[in-house]
């Protein structure tokens, strides 16, 4: 009975501080610490947009469209394209007016997106840099807004803020994650920095870039996290915003799951002074926000088979009640597929697609598999 008992109370505390404890402080502490980074959106810099890619040279070019048409005076922005590929068809000289101003080059072997951002940063010339990616689309002053944060000194690195299609359904449990994940972030940049940036919309100093090693999988979590452990701090710009109209279903948020949750333990592997708290300031902050996360399975399962233990050492009635009870409510959220009934079982697949993705996670962080990238 005691071990039961201690099981499921341990498995709900793996559970209750990462996603609601460590949320609720950080957020809370926050504001009696130091303000966002900013300062004046001032346009008379000259920034350098870097784009990574293997998209078609038609969503590229309505990509670079859509930056040269923000409030960033265009004489004064640089277009970096790295091409994770053959770059001879990504011509868009026409773009802009001067043709110098926009420079396309390809990676090196092996390829991937972090050749394509080291090529791609060697053509950089100016010391503010913009990255972002394809898909998704900036707010008309997020570069100003960018810029105006890394005005603060203290901040290496500035992530903007994702917005997501799926926000736009109500009942969308990934459109509430990604909102309470941006307050997150938000109240880590302010506690110290953030832990990750967004890959589609941040900003960093040229002169604090270092090549990234070839077959990294998250270069926005490697970037930030290595400026933190070489003592700088990493904002978060809520108003700098990108978006994607895209909306994504369970199987397809369950591959980016696999992809970026792989991306996690890949970097504790290549990079484990994260894990050491004398080497990393955002230590508590990594923890919680991406370590912990990982054991989220597991806990759940803990939690499942503790309850279930300690009801059936009680009295094996109930034990069976509780068993038949919960295989009656996921019969019920299966066959359901209308009204409440039907949101159920579409929040279950979002839960189970979730926890599948850290299973198969593990499996690739047991073995060192880190070409998770499908083309």
Not at 69 to 77: F, N, V
Request: hydrophobic share 50%; charged share 20%.
């Amino acid at each position: 009975m005691t071990f039961w008992i201690a099981l499921a109370l341990g498995s709900a505390l793996l559970l209750l501080i990462p996603w609601v404890l460590y949320p609720w402080l950080a957020i809370r502490l926050a504001p009696a610490r130091d303000p966002a980074p900013g300062g004046a959106m001032s346009t008379g810099e000259n920034v350098s947009v870097v784009l990574a890619t293997r998209e078609a040279p038609a969503a590229v070019r309505a990509r670079l469209a859509d930056l040269l048409a923000g409030t960033w005076p265009a004489g004064r922005l640089d277009l970096v394209v790295g091409v994770d590929g053959d770059a001879g068809a990504y011509r868009f000289g026409d773009l802009v007016p001067a043709p110098n101003r926009l420079v396309v080059v390809a990676g090196d072997l092996p390829g991937g997106k972090a050749s394509a951002l080291n090529a791609a940063m060697l053509a950089v010339t100016t010391e503010l840099v913009v990255c972002t990616d394809t898909q998704q689309r900036f707010a008309p002053d997020a570069i100003a807004r960018l810029v105006a944060a890394l005005d603060d000194r203290r901040f290496g690195a500035v992530s903007g803020a994702l917005r997501l299609g799926n926000e736009a359904i109500p009942e969308s449990l990934l459109g509430r994650y990604w909102s309470e994940e941006r307050r997150l972030r938000a109240a880590e940049a302010r506690l110290h920095s953030t832990v990750g940036v967004s890959g589609s919309i941040y900003a960093m100093r040229r002169s604090l870039w270092a090549p990234l090693p070839a077959g990294l999988i998250l270069d926005d979590l490697w970037i930030p996290m290595r400026l933190v452990l070489g003592g700088h701090r990493v904002g978060f710009e809520p108003g700098a915003e990108a978006s994607d109209v895209r909306t994504t279903t369970s199987g397809q948020e369950f591959e980016r799951k696999v992809r970026t949750l792989t991306g996690n333990l890949q970097l504790m592997a290549w990079l484990p002074a994260v894990l050491l708290p004398w080497r990393n300031p955002d230590w508590i902050q990594f923890v919680c926000h991406k370590l912990l996360r990982l054991a989220t399975p597991y806990a759940l399962a803990g939690l499942g088979i503790g309850v279930l233990g300690a009801a059936f050492s009680v009295r094996p009635a109930i034990g069976w009640t509780l068993l038949a009870g919960l295989l009656l409510l996921a019969l019920v959220a299966l066959l359901w597929r209308n009204g409440p009934g039907g949101r159920v079982r579409q929040g279950l697949e979002w839960v189970l697609s979730m926890q599948g993705a850290i299973l198969v996670a593990t499996w690739h962080g047991i073995r060192g598999e880190w070409n998770v990238w499908k083309r």
